[in-house]
């Protein structure tokens, strides 16, 4: 686990704690826009942690809520942090056509911080588990890519692949698969199909990793979906694959919904190595 918040994960921290001192004294957003001289919609967008904040900024919000000097000297270091350039950044091509869309920098980074990851996917293997002959599958069936574009993917999936089970704190991480996902190992070639396997008999030998295969009806048939435990008090996330990027869930009661269904699907899963 890093020691700092990655960046977009730091202005999601700061958002949360601006939003709680705001809350406290019983405020709108409209109103500490007034008072320090801002629209109403930035201070909605920094509490969201959707944009980066200025020094002027943040310092006329520790001025109003007179906060300590420790608290603002926090908040400093977050926005800090927050308004650097995210290692996802580097995965963009000219001409505006994005490998990663900006939605997923908050799934990458939290994917790399996450202390207990839980993915569920009905018809893929994870991105985390797949091997590059897979992801070079997958890319034949979707939609027409360039090549340079699809080259970038396979090295950002490689990163993340390499980044998070190198952690020195190995987080929790639990996957649930569809049957539907290895029974579409089929349409690979048999060398392909032996090395995804493999790979995935290699992820469940590690001691932090559990994956299980779906044989049975489920509370989750409707889509697969990733929760991600954060650390530092940050609340947890739910992220929802799209074709135009992420969604994200957040709330203590629908985050719950998820975890909720996410423990009922494994009650019905069968550990992999079981099921293959």
Sequence with gaps: MSALPRPSLARRALGAKLRKLRIDRGETCAQVAEAIGYKY??????????????????????????????????????????????????YLISGGQEVS??????????????????????????????????????????LPAPEEVRKLVRDLRRLRRETYFARSEAPKTEFILGSKAIELLDDLDPPERDEQIASLKSA?????????????????????????TLPDGLPPIVSIDALDGCRYVEGAEAVYRYEWAFENVKDRAVPLLEYL
């Excluded at 930035?42 to 200025?54: D, F, V």
């Excluded at 001025?63 to 270091?77: C, G, K, M, N």
């Excluded at 980074?109 to 996917?121: F, G, I, N």
């Design 41 to 90: 919609k930035a201070i909605e967008r920094i509490e969201k942690g959707q944009q980066g904040t200025k020094f002027l900024q943040l310092d006329g919000l520790c001025a109003h809520f007179a906060v300590t000097d420790e608290v603002r000297a926090q908040l400093h270091s977050l926005r800090i942090r927050g308004n650097e350039r995210g290692w996802w950044e580097g």
């Design 204 to 228: 469940q030998a590690r001691p932090n990793v559990d994956i299980y295969v779906i044989s049975r009806k489920h509370a989750a048939m409707a889509g697969g979906f990733c929760l991600f």
């Design 101 to 142: 869309v900006p939605s997923l920098q908050v799934f990458l980074e939290a994917e790399q911080d996450t202390v207990h990851l839980r993915s569920l996917e009905i018809e893929l293997i994870p991105g985390l588990l797949q091997t590059p002959a897979y992801v070079r599958a997958l890319q034949e069936a979707e």
